[in-house]
């Protein structure tokens, strides 16, 4: 499975965007898709989660409310919509698929976790 990210840019504070993650190479339909920021000097972190049937989402708690993960079948492309961003959500975002048994981990309460494929990465800068 081949993923492209899209759609980073600089925005001001308050400002949307909507990423996009291209995939080829087989239907999305089935792999949990995450999305994962970086931040400058940090360490990687998940945002999102959408499971194999895409019934199900997963948010980290600082962009609940204002995140929203979503998937087209037809255009095999998932999506992360993000309204409100704040300079924290800085970062290149990546977008990542794993088997759909990589949802949730319950125990440890970590979504997308042990995800196969992952993107390049697109670059999300939130400043005034």
């Known amino acids: 499975l081949q993923l492209v990210e899209s759609g980073g840019g600089l925005v001001q504070p308050g400002e949307s965007l909507r990423l996009s993650c291209a995939a080829s190479?087989?239907?999305?339909?089935?792999?949990?898709i995450g999305w994962f920021r970086q931040a400058p000097g940090k360490e990687r972190e998940g945002v999102s989660c959408?499971?194999?049937?895409?019934?199900?989402?997963k948010y980290q708690d600082s962009v609940k409310g204002r995140f929203t993960i979503s998937r087209d079948n037809a255009k095999n492309t998932v999506y992360l919509q993000m309204d409100n961003l704040k300079p924290e959500d800085t970062g290149t975002y990546y977008c990542?698929?794993?088997?759909?048994?990589?949802?949730?981990?319950?125990?440890?309460?970590?979504?997308?976790?042990?995800?196969?494929?992952w993107g390049k990465g697109t670059l999300v800068t939130v400043s005034s």
């Open positions: 190479g087989s239907p999305l339909r089935g792999y949990a």
């Open positions: 959408l499971s194999g049937s895409g019934e199900s989402k």
């Open positions: 990542a698929a794993g088997d759909s048994g990589s949802y949730y981990n319950a125990l440890t309460a970590t979504f997308c976790y042990g995800m196969n494929d």
